[in-house]
Nanobody
């Protein structure tokens, strides 16, 4: 059994910066993809940023140019740097990863516990 352990987040004023990290805990031999989604009450979970299995990155339209994702593939840890934060960025941010357990050939999807990001105006 494994899990994603998130850290970071918190509260900041508009225009400020925050960072999130996500580490895979457990025995995995391959990281396929890693990223973050966010959700506010009453809305669907939306993509923030992802690092794909081929090493490319994708960003949600609302965060392009402000957020940067980086991933240590060997260490199976991801980082999200959020600059120029806006009140609309307020949400619970969930780490997401596709990992293959040590004793398997089948990749599985994992979600972190979620971390709150609050941006005040």
């Amino acid at each position: 059994q494994g899990q994603l352990v998130e850290s970071g987040g918190g509260s900041v004023q508009a225009g400020g910066s925050l960072g999130l990290s996500c580490a895979a805990s457990g025995s995995f031999w391959r990281l396929g993809a890693m990223g973050w989604y966010r959700q506010v009450p009453g809305k669907q979970r939306e993509l923030v940023a992802e690092f794909t299995s081929i090493g490319s990155t994708n960003y949600g339209d609302s965060v392009k140019g402000r957020f940067t994702i980086s991933v240590d593939v060997r260490g199976k840890t991801g980082y999200l740097l959020m600059n120029g934060l806006k009140p609309d960025d307020t949400a619970v941010y969930y780490c997401h990863a596709v990992l293959t357990p040590q004793d398997s050939e089948i990749p599985k999807t994992y979600w972190g516990q979620g971390t709150q990001v609050t941006v005040s105006s």
